[in-house]
């Protein structure tokens, strides 16, 4: 597996993608969770939205 993952980091495409966190609250208890993604790059802003 780990040869899959320095392939990737090679080539190029995993540089396109970034892990992002974004904690939202629920109307219902008032606690927040966190939810997590791994978005491409051009569309970082749309998911913070």
């Known amino acids: 597996m780990a040869?899959?993952?320095v392939a990737t980091l090679k080539?190029?495409?995993g540089?396109?993608?970034t892990k992002v966190i974004k904690?939202?609250?629920n109307p219902e208890t008032g606690a927040y969770n966190?939810?997590?993604e791994v978005v491409h790059n051009d569309h970082?802003?749309?998911f913070l939205k």
């Open 44 to 46: 970082i802003k749309d």
């Open 11 to 13: 080539s190029g495409t």
């Open 15 to 17: 540089r396109n993608y």
């Open 23 to 25: 904690m939202v609250k």
């Open 3 to 5: 040869k899959k993952v």
């Open 34 to 36: 966190f939810k997590e």
